[in-house]
Each structure stands twice: as structure tokens, then as C-alpha cells.
């Protein structure tokens, strides 16, 4: 018997073997790379719609920072300009220079309330009314002085508590917006998603 015709039978069954592993092999790969690309592609679209909501909470939480920063720096002015009244020595700081300045630092909390109030969530928004309204308590202590006709330095024991007063609750407003503050720039820096704002 010749074995040339048994080695040609077996190298072709071979070959088609090979052939059709490589059909199947080949036809898998064109399924699993379609389902890829499919998915690559739902990702990207995905991707794509939630860009702007991404942008929007961006912009809001830029916004947010930005208010509480400016709601910090008038609320020091504030509480400087309320340490400078207690702190004045006679014939240093006249009524009317202490309204002055006093009135300057209401105006300007007042206005800063009102630009920042809507990006605040609502304890922010609570301890940022809270230092306006303080704002407005101190310009009616200060008119008081200079209605009585005595300097600052010479103020009433009464008026001076109530303006100690009203500095310390102005520090506690501080520390909390502060502390709001902090809390989202951290979450920003190690990718935590913020709190849902309360309307």
C-alpha cells in the first residue's frame, strides 16, 4: 500500500480542521469586536450627554466657593470694623467716622448677601442672613453712640457688650461658613461627590 495517499488524506482533514478553527476563531473575534465597539460607542454617547450636566455642577460649585469666600471676607471686614469701635481709644475715632465705617461694612454684607444667597445651600444661607442681619444690629448700635453724643472710646458698658456680642456670633457664622467651605474643597480634591443642595 502506498502511504503517500493516507498522509495526503490526513494533511488535507488537517487542513480543513485548521481552516475551520480559524472560520470560527475569526468569526468570534468580528462578533466580540462589534459588541466592543458597540459599547465604546454607547459609552461615548453617554459620555457626550452627561457633559453639560457635568459643566452646570461645575459652574455651580465654582459659584458656591466663590459666594462663601466673598461672605467670609465681609464678615471679617465686618468684625474689624466692630473691633476698631471697641478698641478705640478717646479722640481717636469720632461717632460719625465709626457709622461711617460701620454703615460702609453693612452695605456691603447686604450686597454680598444678595449676589451669593442663591449659590449657598441652607445652613450657608442661614449663617449668611444671621451676619446680615448683625450688620444692621451694629449700624443701630453705633447710631446709638453717636446719638447719646459720646465718642466710642466713651461708649456705654451696654452698647459695647452688645457689640461684643454681635462680633462673637459674627465669628460663629464665620466658622461655619468656613468649615462649608473647607469641606467642599476637600471632597473636590479627593473626587467625592457633593451633598445635594437643598433649595
Not at 42 to 52: G, S
Not at 165 to 182: E, F, G, I, P, Y
Amino acid at each position: 500500500m502506498d502511504v503517500t495517499l493516507p498522509t495526503a488524506i490526513i494533511s488535507g482533514a488537517v487542513a480543513l480542521i485548521v481552516a475551520l478553527v480559524s472560520l470560527v476563531t475569526a468569526v468570534v473575534t468580528n462578533r466580540t469586536t462589534n459588541r466592543t465597539q458597540a459599547e465604546l460607542m454607547r459609552m461615548k454617547n453617554d459620555f457626550a450627554a452627561t457633559e453639560p450636566a457635568r459643566g452646570i455642577v461645575s459652574t455651580e460649585l465654582g459659584s458656591s466657593l466663590d459666594g462663601l469666600k466673598q461672605a467670609l471676607q465681609v464678615t471679617q471686614r465686618l468684625k474689624d470694623e466692630i473691633q476698631l469701635i471697641l478698641a478705640a481709644l478717646p479722640s481717636t475715632l469720632t461717632a460719625d467716622g465709626a457709622l461711617e465705617s460701620i454703615e460702609a461694612a453693612r452695605v456691603e454684607m447686604f450686597a454680598v448677601y444678595k449676589d451669593v444667597h442663591p449659590h449657598l445651600r441652607e445652613p450657608e444661607k442661614q449663617a449668611c442672613h444671621q451676619a446680615k442681619n448683625m450688620a444692621a444690629y451694629a449700624c443701630t448700635a453705633v447710631q446709638a453712640i453717636a446719638l447719646e453724643g459720646c465718642e466710642p472710646a466713651t461708649m456705654p458698658t451696654q452698647t459695647r457688650e452688645v457689640l461684643s456680642r454681635l462680633r462673637a456670633d459674627l465669628s460663629d457664622c464665620q466658622n461655619l461658613l468656613r468649615d462649608s467651605r473647607t469641606d467642599r474643597l476637600v471632597r473636590v480634591a479627593l473626587g467625592v461627590s457633593q451633598p445635594e443642595s437643598s433649595p
